[in-house]
T-cell receptor, first 115, second 113 residues
Framework: DTGVSQNPRHKITKRGQNVTFRCDPI?????LYWYRQTLGQGPEFLTY????????KSRLLSDRFSAERPKGSFSTLEIQRTEQGDSAMYLC?????????????FGPGTRLTVT | GQQVMQIPQYQHVQEGEDFTTYCNSS?????IQWYKQRPGGHPVFLIQ?????EVKKQKRLTFQFGEAKKNSSLHITATQTTDVGTYYC?????????????FGQGTTLQVKP
């Protein structure tokens, strides 16, 4: 499978616990995005990596959230001290970034439930 | 918050009927991308529109970008049950040079067989 993969697919955690999600983008894609999607809403941008550099973070990304892409390949998104409001689908997307080919390929997402 | 508005939020049609979703912005859009998300699935890219007045077709789907680049529409002719899902328009922001997408709220299409 050469698409974007995300792990785990589902995560149930208790409030206050830390969670970490992983995204493996399409191998030749240098651009990687994290989005959050809640029920009935479109995805909302969280953060963007070009290769290993994190170039933009949304104001939605509080200081409890941190993302990394250490070698410019896979990325991790960590949420510390989870709150019930963090319950959502976390989507990762990647793109090639060349002129004219900006379509983003989304992974299946990690659904987080905070109890 | 989101700056791209989509209407309607929901649409129920009989199989074979047409369907249209509209995407509107108060500001000029750099471009518009359309995505489809099946129930339980993830967004899948359909098309990108860049030029004023642009019209593109994919089989039964017709995409339009307004002359003023402030609105866009997706029209499906003779819907089929396989068209069920949520259709999102999204602006790819050039201003920050990241290509991040700003999504509308989506239009959920239900098709009765």
């Amino acid at each position: 499978d050469t698409g974007v993969s995300q792990n785990p697919r589902h995560k149930i955690t208790k409030r206050g616990q830390n969670v970490t999600f992983r995204c493996d983008p399409i191998s030749e894609h240098n651009r990687l995005y994290w989005y959050r999607q809640t029920l009935g809403q479109g995805p909302e941008f969280l953060t963007y990596f070009q290769n290993e550099a994190q170039l933009e973070k949304s104001r939605l990304l509080s200081d409890r959230f941190s993302a990394e892409r250490p070698k410019g390949s896979f990325s991790t998104l960590e949420i510390q001290r989870t709150e019930q409001g963090d319950s959502a689908m976390y989507l990762c997307a990647s793109s090639l970034g060349r002129t004219g080919t900006y379509e983003q390929y989304f992974g299946p997402g990690t659904r987080l439930t905070v109890t | 918050g989101q700056q791209v508005m989509q209407i309607p939020q929901y649409q129920h049609v009989q199989e074979g009927e047409d369907f249209t979703t509209y995407c509107n912005s108060s500001t000029t859009l750099s471009n518009i991308q359309w995505y489809k998300q099946r129930p339980g699935g993830h967004p899948v890219f359909l098309i990108q529109l860049v030029k004023s007045g642009e019209v593109k077709k994919q089989k039964r789907l017709t995409f339009q970008f307004g002359e003023a680049k402030k609105n866009s529409s997706l029209h499906i002719t003779a819907t089929q049950t396989t068209d069920v899902g949520t259709y999102y328009c999204a602006e790819r922001r050039r201003s920050s040079n990241t290509g991040k997408l700003i999504f509308g709220q989506g239009t959920t299409l239900q098709v009765k067989p």
